[in-house]
Each structure stands twice: as C-alpha cells, then as structure tokens.
C-alpha cells in the first residue's frame, strides 16, 4: 500500500536524501573521468551531489522527485554490488557480503523511523529484507544520525522507498544542524609536551592545545630548516626583522622527519645533537622571561637542553647552547626566534 502511495505520485514531491560514503566508495561512484556520477544524474533525473575535501568521508547529497530518488539509488546499490562481485573474483571469500548504505537522518526524525517500541523499524526490517539501523548518537557536532541499510540492492532500493514515506510523513522538528565529515586526520606529533599536526609543509600547533605556544606561532617569521647551521636570528641580521613578513607558519617539515612516531623505520632515538646561537645582550631578557620563565618554558616544550652562557667583558652577545633531538632543537629554535620576533617587532607583551 505503501509503495502504491509513493508510485501513484502522491508523494512525489522534491525530497533531499543525505549518504555517508567512505573516499573509495565516492570513488566509484564518480567513475573515470566522473563519468559514472554523469550517466547516474542523466538516468535518474536527479541531482546527485558530492562533497568536496580530502575526507575519509564524504557526503553524497541526492535531490529530485521521490521516483527520480529512488533511481538513483538503485544505481548506487547496483554499481557498489558490482564493485563486490568484482573484488570476489579475486579473493576467496565465498559468501558474499551485503550492499551497504549509510544514509544521514535529522534525529528529530529517527523516533518515527524507529516506531513505538521498535514497531516501525521492525516492519521495515520484515517487509523489505533488509538489515536497518539506526545509531544511537548523533554524528559528531551535527544533529543528525547515521541510518545504516544492508542487504541486496533490491531489498535496499524498497527499504529506502519506506524510509522516504516515513521521513515525508514526518517532518524534521526544529533547526537540523547537518553533519559535515572531518578533513583526513592528519598525523598527531608530540614533542615536547606539545601537540603538533601536519599542514602542506608545516608542523602546526595541534588545535586542541592551542597554548601559549599558537600565541607566539601568530606572528611567527619562518625559520631556518634543519640541517642548516646559522641560526634564524643572528644577532647581526636583528635590526631586519621586523620588516620582514609576519605569518603563522610554525615548525618546518624537514624537521618532521626526526620525528619516530610518524616515521616507522627510523631510528626511534634520533642522536643528540648541540646547537649554537648568538644573542644580543638587550633581547636575551625576552628569552629568559622574569625569574626565567619564558626560558623554563622554552625548555620544557622544545624538550631540549638551553644554557645560557654568562655574559662576557666588552661582549654585546651572549651563547645560547640547546643540545638534545634535531627535533628538539627545531623546537627550541623556534620558539626561541618566536620570543625574539615578537620583542623586535614591538608584541613583547605575549
């Protein structure tokens, strides 16, 4: 009765269904040179949406008439059927898994999709043959819920068809705040007591630990690369700085390398390794901080040893030693250069 209701057109009116995908799957359903998504929206009539980024998942967005919905997906179950047969042929799995679909569902709506006391998700379940779940959280910071359906395309093709009745028939309540997948983690490295992540050819400070250290990354001048040897900042070249451009670039990428956690393979200790800098006497106050604490706190995210040297008869500069990792070392370096940066250019107030 059901399906007479959606084919007759009684509901064929405009719906907007949302899919979760993993990268590979979208991958199929673009197709070389997005030829697959190309024939699926000229066949079925509907608009078939992707979302852009480098995520692990992706929205697939399908709009149109219910009939023209409903083509669609039957395309989609058909081609990721396709892609099953297709990888058992090479492996030696005799059952043969499901189709799976996982649809996004406002949560206002997933208690009639559910039914009092499991009644209508049930009904779908036995009248359909296909396995439906719904999740119980909410996607993350979206209000909405992932609605997983397994089983032939056919029993999935008549499974969404009861979905879309139940959601047609039951309006999402209030704001939907739509769920939108996360770029790639990107690897997590720590040094340091600090959290880094990895953007294009720099190490960032990891945003859920947006310390002092995010402060002094603002304004930040780029610094130099491991395996050179003259420091960022000689104490001659000071006077340029702050004419030069200020961004928010933090730890180089060569010095990712030394990083073990990230690197399989390497050596897990990298050996120690001393570096040397000269500061003028007038800055290196900005280093140590009062009673030391900006040098202490230098230390302690860099990991690194830092000494200072006294400061010498008829000499406008001091040493600075940092030994420990090149990783260490980067670190120290720059969050020593950031100190000086943003005393030169008049933000010593960090």
């Known amino acids: 009765e059901m399906e007479s209701k959606v084919s007759e057109g009684g509901l064929n009116v405009t719906l907007t269904i949302r899919l979760l995908m993993h990268g590979k799957e979208v991958g199929s359903i673009i197709g070389k040179k997005g030829e697959t998504v190309k024939k699926m929206r000229e066949e079925s009539g ?21 009939d023209a919905i409903f083509k669609a997906f039957a395309m989609i179950a058909y081609k990721f059927e396709e892609d099953i047969t297709n990888s058992m042929s090479n492996s030696t799995a005799t059952s043969k898994p499901p189709v799976t679909l996982r649809l996004v ?21 036995e009248s359909t043959g296909a396995q439906v779940q719904v999740a119980g959280d909410m996607l993350p910071n979206s209000t909405e819920r992932a609605v997983t359906i397994s089983g032939t395309p056919d029993a999935i093709i008549q499974c969404v068809k009861q979905i879309c009745v139940v959601m047609l028939e039951s309006p999402p309540k209030g704001a939907t ?27 960032i400070p990891h945003p859920d630990q947006l310390t002092k250290l995010h402060q002094l990354a603002m304004q930040q001048t780029p610094f130099t690369p491991l ?28 010095a990712l390398t030394m990083f073990p956690c990230i690197c399989p393979g390497l050596d897990a200790s990298p050996p120690a390794s ?27 995210m860099s990991g690194a040893q830092i000494k200072i040297a006294n400061a010498t008869e008829g000499s406008s500069e001091r040493q600075i030693t940092i030994t420990g990792t090149p990783a260490n070392i980067s670190l120290a370096q720059y969050l020593i250069n950031a100190r000086l940066t943003s005393e030169v250019t008049g933000m010593g107030a960090l």
Do not use: M, W
């Open 46 to 66: 509907a608009r078939i949406n992707i979302s852009e980024g480098n995520c692990p998942e992706r929205i697939v967005t399908i709009t149109g008439p219910t």
């Open 105 to 125: 569902v406002p949560a206002s709506q997933c208690g009639s999709l559910i039914g009092k006391g499991g009644s209508k998700i049930k009904e779908i379940r």
């Open 177 to 203: 705040i739509p769920y939108r997948p996360k770029p790639a983690s990107t690897p997590v490295i720590f040094a340091g007591g600090q959290a880094y992540t990895i953007q294009g050819q720099y190490a």
């Open 227 to 254: 395996g050179q040897t003259t420091p960022a900042f000689p104490g001659r070249s000071l006077g340029n700085v702050a004419g030069k451009q200020q961004s928010s670039i933090a730890l180089p990428l060569p």
């Open 274 to 300: 001393t570096h040397e800098l000269t500061i003028p006497n007038d800055l290196i106050g900005c280093i140590i901080g009062r009673q030391g604490t900006k040098i202490n706190e230098i230390r302690q």
